[in-house]
């Protein structure tokens, strides 16, 4: 009876199928559980029900793809930002480089501080001469000797509690976050008060985030064709752009030109963002990180003069916006520690 | 003998795996030969053998698709441009359709004369006097009051001679080539001396190109929350960003942060674009349409006063960039023509 044996035709293909689809398994199987470094809390919870319900064809919330753009700051939100923002930290290192060339810095500030390691003069420093510092050390080159420079810097720069290159200082709990997200069809923006082509060299190998999605402050770059007939991008002395508090949705309108269904800051500066992000229409998902924990990284926020978190906070409390409390919902701060 | 008659289980299942695959077909049969509307001919295989170069694996051409970044022109390379820019005919129509508002119009230029339908002085109009026009009918409103007014005009105004909406009059081989990037792994965009917000509205249907991959000129725009709480952003009547010539580099770099391997343009406004993605390493496209066709288009080039190509006409026959003869090249122009 080997016809009997074998089975109809139909099972034995059936069979064989089955085989087929455990042996494809390794391939399709589902990822572990998504947002593994966070624990189970409301955070979590609130990030898992929102992707859910945008994602599931059928259900009134359901988001199309093209519409799945996520946003978020980036100093304090992806990557730590004290004691100083790392960019800052990048300006100060590059003074000193350039110094040899600069000797009226040594007696003007704000170089004379920075170059002296005269911390507390720099942390009295104002908006106007941090810009100056910036000025100085991210203009009047070409673009991509720019771009050469910060990674240069980031390959050899260490960050001072940590010993470590500022890249590592990335939060796993965010690129599992970001991750995420894009498995489930969203596209991953950085909104940043930092300069685009500061965090453009970067992020791509950081976060997944290619450098077409990062928005950010800018400088004016002006095109010029070098007497060998090379065309060459260089950067002004003239700020262009902030895209920071009220620049975020002007950022994002410009950069992205649609609103954001889903967005993370971690202050102030990120509160018109957020703003804009809720005023759409259909379900929304406004988030902050909270920085609570001392130990592993820093705690901040009503009167920190870098991160300031206060009147967003407020907001987020009386909308009920997403604070995720770092200590209380991220198992790992940073991937060095897994 | 039913086991012969079925054959060994195998077998079986490979003939029904077989028929699977042939009922399969409609899902996975590969496209038509690609660039159906282009004649073969120079430009048809340039662009093919591009593509075929920098695809493939091992090659030492070969891109990695995240750099495989395209840029097009859109007046006069993706859709029409004449008699005048379609941007223009949208801002006319405006000032008609706000003229009420404004009775002061009826005498003073350079509304006076778009009132009048007096197309003699409308073709005498600087580019001041058109800035203006744009500026009183593209500001002081809502960037989503300005997007709800494109979308009306693009519903119901229709270009003069062809009696269609403005968006019939894409060029159907061009809507082939972004296609055939796409497929390969490129990532498409505009960079267009039109209005970013303009464009937005419409080109991810006819185009498939999304607004965050769209870079163009841009006015101020302001954030404010509204006395109910409500953010919007205004478009204020400044000028912020001009994406044309020497701008198209300084754009791409802002907008995109990567230098194209791959560019499009018809007009001197395109030349410094090409530039920029000339002098990058490695292979590169560089690409302009040539307008031919006084039958079915246009023809015009070196004394055009919309779309004028003289100085890029002459650095691409220098430096072998493909030129598309519109009349020898395309099959056939339009959608609509098929």
Redesign the interface.
């Known amino acids: 009876m080997?016809?009997s044996s074998?089975g109809h035709?139909d099972k034995?293909?059936r069979r064989?199928l089955a085989g087929l689809a455990l042996a494809a398994l390794p391939c399709v199987a589902p990822a572990q559980a998504p947002l593994p470094s966070w624990n189970d809390g409301p955070a979590k919870q609130a990030i898992l029900a929102f992707v859910g319900r945008v994602t599931k064809p059928g259900s009134p919330d359901f988001v199309p793809p093209?519409e799945r753009?996520a946003t978020f700051d980036n100093d304090g939100t992806l990557w730590s930002e004290q004691p100083i923002y790392f960019q800052l930290a990048f300006a100060i290192d590059r003074v000193r480089a350039q110094a040899p060339q600069h000797p009226e810095w040594k007696t003007t500030q704000p170089y004379k501080a920075v170059l002296e390691g005269d911390t507390k003069t720099i942390a009295t420093f104002k908006e106007t001469q941090l810009l100056q510092l910036v000025m100085a050390t991210h203009t009047g080159m070409t673009?991509d000797d720019f771009t050469k420079a910060v990674n240069e810097w980031l390959a050899t720069a260490k960050h001072p509690r940590f010993k470590r290159p500022y890249t590592d200082l990335v939060y796993q709990p965010m690129l599992e976050m970001l991750e995420y997200l894009r498995a489930n069809g969203f596209?991953t923006?950085i909104v940043s008060g930092g300069g685009?082509?500061f965090m453009?060299p970067w992020v791509?190998k950081a976060y997944g985030i290619?450098?077409?999605?990062?928005v950010g402050s800018?400088g004016v770059?002006?095109?010029q064709?070098k007497t060998d007939g090379?065309?060459v991008?260089i950067k002004e002395p003239k700020a262009e752009f902030v895209d920071d508090g009220?620049?975020k949705?002007?950022g994002i309108?410009?950069?992205?030109?649609?609103r954001p269904i889903f967005a993370f800051g971690n202050s102030d500066g990120d509160q018109?963002m957020l703003?804009?992000t809720a005023?759409g229409k259909g379900v929304r998902f406004m988030g902050l990180v909270h920085h609570t924990d001392s130990t592993r990284e820093w705690a901040y926020d009503r009167t920190s003069k870098i991160g300031r978190l206060d009147k967003a906070l407020d907001e987020a409390t009386a909308k009920k916006w997403i604070v995720v409390d770092m200590k209380r919902d991220w198992k790992v701060i940073y991937p060095f520690e897994q």
């Open positions: 080997r016809g074998i035709p034995v293909v064989y093209a753009i673009t596209k923006f685009i082509e453009r791509e290619p450098p077409e999605q990062v800018s770059t002006r095109f064709l090379t065309p991008l009220p620049g949705p002007v309108n410009r950069f992205i030109g649609r018109q703003e804009w005023a």
